[in-house]
């Protein structure tokens, strides 16, 4: 499974866009990028995945350039309840086996600011 | 759908002492898998259930344990428990059905505390 880079930490105001990168150089052709985010005292929670260009959901984008050695978590206007670790997940993706491990390493532990 | 529920919330044990700890995947789903979370070493894999077969195994010794049941109900188990097991337990469970988007559903986890 291929390690991820994140930073340790983040702050922003609320009402910014967070920008969130992960590096992961060695990612294999058939790997998948994940983002999970984790309130205290909670399980994580699936954000985005996605494999190569751009993905878009009602929560985040995932922007991933052609190399795939990087990928950008974007969280568009943040509120202070978006304070939260965000985990970058790098592994294969095997439909129908169950046979997925996560990988998490340290997150990004991001402050919303008032 | 209910989500995925984890039993006890709370534990307290002394060391030498053992544990289990239950987890109810999401109704449909066949793969329960298991993390320890602890401020050192952030969330590591413990192991993954599907179909009542073990399929991976994180790097944990053997007083770590489980098994899933038939219903996909999961348990882990630590014997001779030490200090360092403080940590809180999640169980996430997945759905394996083709076309479904590939996330684990997470539980509110246990809180074990070893005295």
């Known amino acids: 499974l291929a390690k991820t880079t994140q930073p340790i930490s983040m702050d922003s105001y609320e009402g910014q866009e967070v920008n969130i990168t992960c590096s992961h150089n060695?990612?294999?052709?058939?790997?998948?990028i994940t983002w999970y985010q984790q309130f205290p005292s909670q399980g994580p929670r699936f954000i985005i995945q996605?494999?190569?260009t751009k993905v878009t959901n009602e929560v985040a984008s995932l922007f991933i350039p052609a190399d795939r050695k990087s990928s950008t978590l974007s969280l568009p206007r943040v509120s202070l309840s978006d304070t939260a670790v965000y985990y970058c997940l790098v592994g294969p993706v095997e439909r129908n086996s169950g046979n997925t491990p996560l990988v998490f390493g340290k997150g990004t532990r991001l402050s919303v600011i008032a | 759908k209910a989500g995925v529920t984890q039993t006890p919330r709370y534990l307290i044990k002394t060391r030498g002492q053992q544990v289990t700890l239950s987890c109810s995947p999401i109704?449909?789903?066949?793969?329960v898998s298991w993390y320890q979370q602890t401020p050192g070493q952030g969330l590591q894999f413990l192991f993954e259930?599907?179909?009542?077969?073990?399929?991976n195994k994180g790097n944990f010794p053997g007083r770590f344990s489980g098994r899933q049941f038939s219903n996909s109900r999961s348990e882990m188990n630590v014997s001779t428990l030490e200090l360092g097991d403080s940590a809180l337990y999640l169980c996430a469970s997945k759905s394996t059905s083709a076309g479904t988007k590939e996330e684990q559903f997470f539980g509110p986890g246990t809180r074990l505390t070893v005295l």
């Open positions: 109704s449909g789903h066949r793969s």
């Open positions: 259930y599907f179909s009542e077969t073990q399929r």
């Open positions: 996605g494999y190569k």
């Open positions: 060695n990612i294999a052709t058939n790997d998948y």
